[in-house]
């Protein structure tokens, strides 16, 4: 499989660390609000790649975060902490927020049928752990306390913009433009591991004992410290939205890497922004987002959602608008339809079916090209329908433990798919009539069977009917 990895900068091969495992560790929530459509479309990318690469017949390990605590306003140490921002919005406990939200994002995934993870991870379960490697990275002179915090010290680590691949002054721009909150810090892009329970966060209201203090883990810490717990020092691949290579996943690399000397994820894949027409990007702290129920409020199936974003490759920006999700909509219809006709009409599979199943293989083995496999399936449709030969069900189950669109459920279920005694007897009736090339009498069935809703075609292989209503 060819993965585009944001650390080299080119597609390349992926070789698991052991042989037919993958581990897998992706940035989850931050459980404060809904998720919006765009987060969704970054886990949809999650669950494509585990299933691709279960289709591929690795036994994956798929580990996510749930982040309860310590992600700040700013992905920069900046402002207040997201949960406590939640809480107050809402008037609830900075918990009941938390399991709140948590539970709305699996419901979320449920319905756009993502995978659940091997292991989902909350942060304020593992507060411990992220000490420990706090400890680590003092130890060995990675880190260094000031009044108010437990800083990384970037200047310590030569590599620490190597995924970025931009020169440090850039990357600290953000850093610089807004208020330097701590004087003693030594430059400004390092970090917190750990805020004290002092200054502005004196009241924060989720705090742990610490070697320093009362305090609370910063947001990076925890995906190092949860990622090394569950998958080891080095491990597979990291993925997350674009959004996280300069600074989440550039600290997180840093971190993990300082404690241990080692490479930690070895492929780190990003998918691209989805924007809301216009160009804006899509905000949650911006207030105003569209959320998964904004669209089934509309009238939408969820997976009309998935189908849509499985439309556009996940290294580029998706533009949601209204039509594009309409045409989206037919088009999952299109397939329903289309697979519920095909198991109505039996046939089994031949040989010209497998040059598509080589194909959309082919497809997803080159860095997960969705749109490429998708434009596959059809073509084997369109040629199914062309020939007449309609034993495909099995290619595009298949397909779909990729696509996650639950097609066997467009199925017609057997209970549908029998036929009432009186028409099979008709149809038999027909086909006799035909046989003897009595054309007044079949004609004359086949109009009684469409006025009770059954249509028929001739096929080489004999009749099928379907339903029209
Ligand atoms: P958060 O809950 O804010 O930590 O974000 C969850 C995930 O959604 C992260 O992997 C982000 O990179 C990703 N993300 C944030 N905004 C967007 C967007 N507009 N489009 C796609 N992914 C996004
Ligand atoms: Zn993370």
Same mark, same amino acid.
């Given at each position: 499989?060819?993965?585009?990895?944001?650390?080299?900068?080119?597609? /390349?091969? @992926?070789?698991? +660390?052991? !042989?037919?495992? $993958?581990?897998?560790? &992706?940035?989850?929530?931050?459980?404060?609000?809904?998720?919006?459509?765009?987060?969704?479309?970054?886990?949809?990318?999650?669950?494509?790649?585990?299933?691709?690469?279960?289709?591929?017949?690795?036994?994956?390990?798929?580990?996510?975060?749930?982040?309860?605590?310590?992600?700040?306003t700013s992905d920069d140490d900046l402002g207040e902490d997201k949960m406590e921002a939640g809480?107050?919005?809402?008037?609830?406990?900075?918990?009941?927020?938390?399991?709140?939200?948590?539970?709305?994002?699996?419901?979320?995934? /449920?319905? @756009?049928?993502? +995978?659940? !993870?091997?292991? $989902?991870?909350?942060? &304020?379960e593992h507060v411990p752990t992220m000490?420990?490697?706090?400890?680590?990275?003092?130890?060995?002179?990675?880190?260094?306390?000031?009044?108010?915090?437990?800083?990384?010290?970037?200047?310590?680590?030569?590599?620490?913009?190597?995924?970025?691949?931009?020169?440090?002054?850039?990357?600290?721009?953000?850093?610089?433009?807004?208020?330097?909150?701590?004087q003693e810090k030594k430059n400004p892009a390092d970090f917190a591991l750990w805020f004290k329970a002092v200054g502005r966060f004196?009241?924060?209201?989720?705090?742990?004992?610490?070697?320093?203090?009362?305090?609370?883990?910063?947001?990076?810490?925890?995906?190092?410290?949860?990622?090394?717990?569950?998958?080891?020092?080095?491990?597979?691949?990291?993925t997350g939205g674009v959004d996280h290579i300069p600074v989440?996943?550039?600290?997180?690399?840093?971190?993990?890497?300082?404690?241990?000397?080692?490479?930690?994820?070895?492929?780190?894949?990003?998918?691209e922004f989805l924007i809301v027409g216009g160009g804006e990007k899509m905000a949650k702290s911006a207030g105003e987002f569209l959320r998964l129920q904004s669209i089934t409020d509309r009238g939408y199936d969820p997976l009309d959602y998935r189908f849509l974003c499985l439309q556009v490759h996940y290294r580029s920006k998706l533009t949601f608008t209204w039509e594009a999700l309409d045409g989206?909509?037919?088009?999952?219809?299109?397939?329903?339809?289309?697979?519920?006709?095909?198991?109505?009409?039996?046939?089994t599979e031949q040989p010209w079916m497998q040059e598509y199943r080589e194909r959309f293989r082919e497809e997803v083995l080159d860095d997960l090209n969705m749109p490429r496999a998708m434009a596959v399936m059809w073509e084997m449709i369109r040629e199914a329908n062309t020939r007449r030969e309609l034993g495909v069900l099995n290619l595009l189950y298949d397909f779909d433990q990729v696509l996650g669109l639950k097609l066997s459920e467009a199925a017609a279920s057997a209970e549908e798919r029998e036929l009432e005694p009186e028409y099979a007897a008709l149809i038999v009736e027909r086909e006799k009539a035909r046989a003897q090339k009595d054309w007044t009498r079949?004609?004359?069935?086949?109009?009684?069977?469409?006025?009770?809703?059954?249509?028929?075609?001739d096929r080489p292989e004999g009749t099928v009917w379907r339903r029209t209503d």
């Open positions: 499989m060819q993965l585009y990895n944001s650390l080299t900068r080119k597609k /390349e091969e @992926l070789v698991a +660390l052991e !042989p037919d495992k $993958v581990k897998i560790y &992706t940035c989850g929530p931050t459980v404060y609000n809904y998720a919006h459509i765009g987060n969704l479309r970054t886990y949809i990318f999650a669950d494509v790649l585990k299933r691709s690469l279960e289709f591929e017949g690795y036994d994956v390990t798929q580990v996510m975060n749930v982040t309860d605590v310590g992600h700040l809480a107050r919005r809402e008037g609830k406990s900075i918990w009941d927020i938390a399991r709140f939200y948590e539970e709305a994002f699996f419901n979320d995934a /449920e319905a @756009l049928n993502i +995978l659940r !993870p091997s292991i $989902v991870a909350r942060a &304020t000490i420990e490697l706090v400890l680590r990275l003092q130890e060995r002179d990675y880190a260094y306390e000031t009044d108010q915090a437990v800083y990384f010290d970037v200047s310590k680590f030569p590599d620490y913009t190597k995924l970025a691949g931009q020169a440090l002054e850039e990357q600290i721009i953000g850093a610089r433009a807004e208020v330097q909150v701590d004196a009241n924060h209201l989720m705090q742990w004992d610490s070697p320093w203090g009362k305090g609370f883990p910063g947001w990076h810490i925890e995906c190092s410290a949860m990622s090394m717990r569950y998958l080891g020092e080095t491990f597979d691949i990291h989440h996943h550039t600290n997180e690399i840093a971190q993990s890497e300082a404690a241990t000397g080692k490479q930690f994820a070895r492929y780190w894949l990003h998918a989206a909509k037919a088009g999952y219809r299109r397939l329903k339809s289309f697979i519920d006709q095909a198991s109505r009409a039996g046939g079949a004609d004359e069935i086949r109009r009684e069977l469409a006025t009770v809703g059954i249509a028929i075609e």
